[in-house]
């Protein structure tokens, strides 16, 4: 157990709703990441928060949008959703940037499916 | 651009022989390499990490590996595998001031008895 929780596990939903990811870090760690794992593109990293601030962007639609709240936990919000969004959300957290030698702890993930 | 390249998909091995996983990556600066290890069903979990130093890096569960900045390579190794080593493999590379990860597409390892 790696000390960071997402919820929920599984998801179904329709093409065109919009559902929201949880991720609760480790305690004390200030940094929380987003990735994607899917068939075809693999683990991409999606965004970085630290200490409730965007630090860091990578593959991330302009449909979807995270935010780290005062709690330090984590929203990932992915709208208008389509089949192709289908994949393992995977959130991990570290204890904050450490020029890039920090360990990122990863979650069980959330697995999302669209129909 | 940095990337992360594992040549081998799939790798079967019989349990208590050695394991040797591949990884090569582009980066365009000093890189930081990982290897992460994710069993069915559950997050990545680090096995170990190279910044500087030595070549030659030990981790968790037995694994180690050796980083050639010659040949771009970070490969995964263990004398002896056991069954509970059956997972999927990750390799991703980051770098100084850089937390994002480049992960390769990984190596799924069965075991065979």
């Known amino acids: 157990d790696s000390g960071v929780t997402q919820t929920p596990k599984h998801l179904i939903t329709a093409t065109g709703q919009r559902v929201t990811l949880r991720c609760s870090p480790r305690?004390?760690?200030?940094?929380v990441y987003w990735y994607q794992q899917s068939l075809d593109q693999g683990l991409q990293f999606l965004i970085q928060y630290y200490n409730g601030e965007e630090r860091a962007k990578g593959n991330i639609l302009e449909r979807f949008s995270a935010q780290q709240f005062p709690d330090l936990h984590s929203e990932l919000n992915l709208s208008s959703l389509e089949l192709g969004d289908s994949a393992l959300y995977f959130c991990?957290?570290?204890?904050?940037?450490?020029?890039?030698?920090?360990?990122?702890?990863f979650g069980p993930g959330t697995r999302l499916l669209v129909l | 651009a940095q990337s992360v390249t594992q040549p081998d998909i799939h790798i079967t091995v019989s349990e208590g022989a050695s394991l040797e996983l591949r990884c090569n990556y582009s980066?365009?600066?000093?890189?930081?390499l990982f290897w992460y290890v994710q069993s069915p069903g559950q997050g990545l979990q680090l096995l170990l990490k190279y910044f500087s130093g030595d070549t030659l890096v030990q981790g968790i569960k037995g694994f180690e590996a050796e980083f050639k900045r010659s040949q771009s390579s970070f490969n995964l190794r263990k004398p002896s595998v056991h069954w509970s080593d059956a997972a999927e493999y990750f390799c991703a590379v980051g770098g100084i001031g850089n937390e994002k990860l480049t992960f390769g597409t990984g190596t799924r390892l069965t075991i065979i008895p």
């Open positions: 980066y365009g600066a000093t890189p930081y």
């Open positions: 991990a957290s570290s204890l904050g940037p450490s020029g890039g030698r920090e360990t990122q702890y």
């Open positions: 305690s004390g760690d200030l940094s």
